[in-house]
């Protein structure tokens, strides 16, 4: 049995294990309605619950909604490339994420939580709060683990 038998092991033996897996949680930004993850944590249902998630902005063309009954969801479809234009997919996100911080809370994704959604997240910020972007990175400690 491998390390990746013995995770999956030890996460079938104990199903609560799951709700505080460190890979499953999604960050909290600036102590707001706002939150980053990756993929994973959005097919997590009692992880979302948990966290109060109750509308989820997916960024990629490769993701499925898995719980559309659960949440209020959005796909914005952007490929994961260097020269894709990111900036004109950003009113409809800037929408859907301001209506749901204010009747809830909101999850950002894309499959690693890193680049997407990770940009959607900053300009947002940006855009909200009228600070630029060397104001916003200030408050960041740290790049999201893979």
């Known amino acids: 049995m491998g390390p990746a038998d013995a995770s999956r092991w030890s996460l079938e033996s104990d199903p609560d294990a799951l709700?505080?897996?460190p890979c499953l949680q999604p960050d909290r930004i600036a102590e707001s309605n706002l939150f980053l993850s990756s993929a994973f944590t959005e097919g997590a249902l009692e992880v979302l619950k948990k966290h109060?998630?109750?509308?989820?902005l997916q960024v990629g063309f490769e993701l499925e909604a898995h719980h559309p009954q659960a949440f209020t969801y959005c796909s914005i479809q952007i490929a994961d490339r260097f020269e894709t234009d990111i900036v004109q997919c950003l009113p409809h996100?800037?929408?859907f994420i301001s209506q749901g911080v204010q009747d809830g809370?909101?999850?950002?994704?894309c499959v690693h939580g890193q680049s997407r959604s990770a940009a959607v997240v900053i300009a947002y910020l940006m855009w909200s709060r009228g600070q630029t972007y060397d104001k916003i990175a200030e408050g960041c400690s740290a790049p999201r683990s893979a």
């Open 52 to 56: 109060g998630i109750t509308h989820i």
């Open 19 to 21: 709700l505080d897996h």
């Open 105 to 109: 809370r909101v999850l950002v994704h």
């Open 93 to 95: 996100a800037f929408a």
